[in-house]
């Protein structure tokens, strides 16, 4: 459906790691590398991107951007849905941060203990919410280097390892969003080097015994897109399921952040 190159003046924009969209897949919500929170509405024509108005823009709460050390803003994971709170993922300094609104003091999660000692950058990359309110998290990295990936569950008993993803070549999770039909979908990343980005994404059916299933819906070719990091599911007016990407350009001049959408035609 397009690849929307998304620019603004603010030397602050940029490192977009993670968006949400509402039902009506206008309204949406996005956090960046350096702890900042956007939101506002992706202008349509014909169902297709053509633009960005963003209505709020600001340091999440509880951060301060000019003071925090680097590392204690690194916002990775975004899961939204509307009249509900929001949660916020980190890594560096690894925690999940609950927010009741833009403007509330966070409350922090524990971490899960898989990256508690974990390598700074192998932090929860993915976040979700299901229509039960339940919160699931995906970390970028394996617990064991060639092993599935650990699919963790929040709930009142704290963090669990609800079940595991197979893992299927070199790629690593880096988004997640669970679709309108309540199937969790899991966007892939594979950084290939000079080759660029390649990008993957699979759903599952959540059974009460774990996730089933694992079709591909998308692959692409190694630099058909940027660094999609962030990921959003919804259906549109036709009925059909849009996937919502954004791409993180980690604030390099050779990358672009880019909002790239497809319709899936099953």
Known sequence: MGAFRWQEESADFGGISAIDLAEDGVRFRAIGDRGFLVSGQLLRQDGRITGVRIDHAAPLA????????????DAE???????????VSFESVHRIARYENANAAPRRLPPPLIVRRGHANRGIEALAIDAAGRLFALPENAAER??????????DAGWRIFATLPRLGRYK?????VGPEGQLYVLERW?????GFQTRIRRFEITATGPAGG????????RRHQNLEGLAVWRDAAGATRLTMVSDDNFAFFLKTEIVEYRLTD
């Open 173 to 177: 999770p880096v988004g997640a969003d």
């Open 77 to 87: 994971g975004l899961a939204w849905a509307e009249g509900a709170p929001f949660y």
């Open 215 to 222: 079709e591909t819906v998308l692959e692409t070719p190694a």
């Open 191 to 195: 950084f290939r080097g000079p080759l």
């Open 146 to 155: 060639d092993g599935p990936h650990p699919l963790l569950l929040f709930d």
């Open 62 to 73: 509880g951060i301060d951007p000019e003071g925090d050390d680097r590392n204690f803003t």
